[in-house]
């Protein structure tokens, strides 16, 4: 905890200084030995949240949003590696270090980060829908790939009468030119027509099985889906690499339930990562307005959505009747924003290169413009730090290299490493 808190004096200082936190500098440290004597576990930073929040709802307990802030008070340097891109959505570390990275209209390229040099188009991939929210989405590495070169990645796939979120796998080829033996493997149910929320992150298991996040699609009529078993809409599901539910998985002998299913209840679910420490995973969704969530995931349970929220409708109105925020049954989001940060890709830090970086959970934010970075313990937010807030960029996807470095993209096209 000690790390966690630091002085209102100390904050005053690092208030003063933020600015001098640059994309081509690292950043400075500014404390003084007179003010690291007197830090106290009792004072903390203000909330980095000082806006006025969309509703007046009250947190299900303390600490559930606007935390205490907290400071990075190791050095570290974030550099633009290439400006490049187009709409990148999805980034993985190759073997070598090199990253191959999903651009949302439908094209994966590889980047060398030492260069900065960005790849041909790998051809190969099947066509995406990318109106609105779609396009190709996410993307991972098998863990094996090092021998089978496979690879995982969600897309919007468009049908006859409408489309719907996808995964398929691949094998990138020897040369790096193309994806071979393309195989779409899971199809969202049902088709709809429309242009958003389709989630798309996804993530391998420690079992070799898969977990991806899929959206209600946004609409009213498709909203409430959320909460039926017998669609795909508002899920995470887990499956195995060939798209089969995986055994085991909690809904499996339940009449009319998709058998994949792991969780439900949820909206535009995006981000997933494993907690290093305790292997839980977790998920982030992007809420309604002032209702962006951090969720820990558990077999079987239902986030809420449309049911419970503390967000009210983009447009203005309340949403659910009646307007509730709890509910015996349903889950309490870990932690929730209000104003929304817009959350997309998240990962855990793993190591010490930074070491009060350790285990904090980096989130995306896309119309909040930063990064957030988390400290949590025990399960509970304790910490919120805003990450290249200076930037103006809006930040997509986010994944950390074997040598302990973080790698961002933007919607912009950027791709930025943060590292000691
Ligand atoms: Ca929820």
Same mark, same amino acid.
């Given at each position: 905890?000690?790390?966690?808190?630091?002085?209102?004096?100390?904050?005053?200082?690092?208030?003063?200084?933020?600015?001098?936190?640059?994309?081509?500098?690292?950043?400075?440290?500014?404390?003084?030995?007179?003010?690291?004597?007197?830090?106290?576990?009792?004072?903390?930073?203000?909330?980095?949240?000082?806006?006025?929040?969309?509703?007046?709802?009250?947190?299900?307990? &303390? /600490?559930?949003? +606007? #935390?205490?802030? @907290?400071? =990075?008070?190791?050095p570290y340097k974030t550099k633009i590696i290439t400006k490049e891109l187009k709409k990148p959505w999805g980034i993985v570390e190759l073997p070598d270090g090199r990253l191959l990275?999903?651009?949302? &209209? /439908?094209?994966? +390229? #590889?980047?060398? @980060?030492? =260069?900065?040099?960005?790849?041909?188009?790998?051809?190969?991939?099947?066509?995406?829908?990318?109106?609105?929210?779609?396009?190709?989405?996410?993307?991972?590495?098998?863990?094996?790939?090092?021998?089978?070169?496979?690879?995982?990645?969600?897309?919007?796939?468009?049908?006859?009468?409408?489309?719907?979120?996808?995964?398929?796998?691949?094998?990138?080829?020897?040369?790096?030119?193309?994806?071979?033996?393309?195989?779409?493997?899971?199809?969202?149910?049902?088709?709809?027509?429309?242009?958003?929320?389709?989630?798309?992150?996804?993530?391998?298991?420690?079992?070799?099985?898969?977990?991806?996040?899929?959206?209600?699609?946004?609409?009213?009529?498709?909203?409430?889906?959320?909460?039926?078993?017998?669609?795909?809409?508002?899920?995470?599901?887990?499956i195995t690499t060939d798209g089969k539910p995986v055994a085991g998985n909690p809904f499996e002998s339940q009449e009319g339930a998709l058998p994949e299913i792991y969780t439900y209840?949820?909206?535009?679910?995006?981000?997933?990562?494993?907690?290093?420490?305790?292997?839980?995973?977790?998920?982030?969704?992007?809420?309604?307005?002032?209702?962006?969530?951090?969720?820990?995931?558990?077999?079987?349970?239902?986030?809420?959505?449309?049911?419970?929220?503390?967000?009210?409708?983009?447009?203005?109105?309340?949403?659910?009747?009646?307007?509730?925020?709890?509910?015996?049954?349903?889950?309490?989001?870990?932690?929730?924003?209000?104003?929304?940060?817009?959350?997309?890709?998240?990962?855990?830090?793993?190591?010490?290169?930074?070491?009060?970086?350790?285990?904090?959970?980096?989130?995306?934010?896309?119309?909040?413009?930063?990064?957030?970075?988390?400290?949590?313990?025990?399960?509970?937010?304790?910490?919120?730090?805003?990450?290249?807030?200076?930037?103006?960029?809006?930040?997509?996807?986010?994944?950390?290299?074997?040598?302990?470095?973080?790698?961002?993209?933007?919607?912009g096209g950027k791709l930025y490493s943060i590292t000691n």
């Open positions: 905890m000690k790390q966690v808190f630091t002085s209102i004096f100390f904050a005053s200082i690092f208030a003063a200084c933020t600015s001098a936190n640059s994309t081509s500098d690292a950043n400075s440290t500014n404390s003084t030995d007179t003010a690291k004597q007197d830090k106290t576990v009792e004072d903390s930073l203000p909330p980095v949240e000082t806006r006025k929040a969309n509703a007046d709802f009250e947190p299900a307990f &303390e /600490g559930q949003t +606007r #935390i205490a802030g @907290v400071k =990075t008070e190791t990275i999903n651009e949302n &209209e /439908g094209v994966m +390229r #590889i980047v060398d @980060v030492s =260069t900065g040099k960005v790849s041909e188009k790998i051809t190969g991939i099947p066509e995406v829908d990318d109106r609105g929210q779609g396009g190709l989405l996410g993307l991972t590495l098998s863990p094996d790939f090092s021998n089978s070169r496979m690879i995982y990645w969600t897309f919007t796939e468009r049908v006859d009468d409408g489309n719907h979120t996808a995964v398929a796998k691949g094998k990138l080829a020897d040369d790096e030119k193309s994806i071979k033996n393309v195989e779409v493997i899971y199809r969202a149910t049902p088709t709809y027509d429309g242009k958003l929320h389709y989630g798309g992150r996804v993530i391998f298991d420690e079992n070799g099985d898969l977990f991806v996040s899929i959206g209600e699609r946004s609409d009213k009529e498709t909203r409430v889906k959320a909460q039926d078993l017998n669609t795909s809409f508002g899920k995470i599901i887990h209840g949820h909206r535009n679910p995006q981000g997933l990562a494993f907690h290093p420490v305790t292997g839980d995973l977790w998920s982030n969704e992007f809420g309604p307005r002032g209702g962006d969530e951090l969720n820990l995931i558990k077999p079987g349970n239902n986030y809420g959505w449309p049911i419970i929220t503390y967000g009210i409708e983009y447009a203005g109105g309340k949403i659910g009747d009646p307007v509730i925020q709890q509910k015996e049954g349903m889950e309490q989001p870990v932690y929730y924003w209000d104003p929304v940060l817009s959350p997309s890709g998240m990962t855990f830090y793993k190591g010490n290169n930074i070491p009060e970086w350790e285990n904090n959970l980096f989130l995306c934010g896309l119309n909040s413009n930063h990064i957030a970075r988390l400290v949590i313990e025990n399960n509970k937010v304790v910490g919120e730090e805003r990450i290249l807030a200076d930037e103006g960029e809006r930040f997509r996807a986010i994944t950390q290299g074997e040598n302990g470095e973080l790698f961002v993209v933007t919607d």
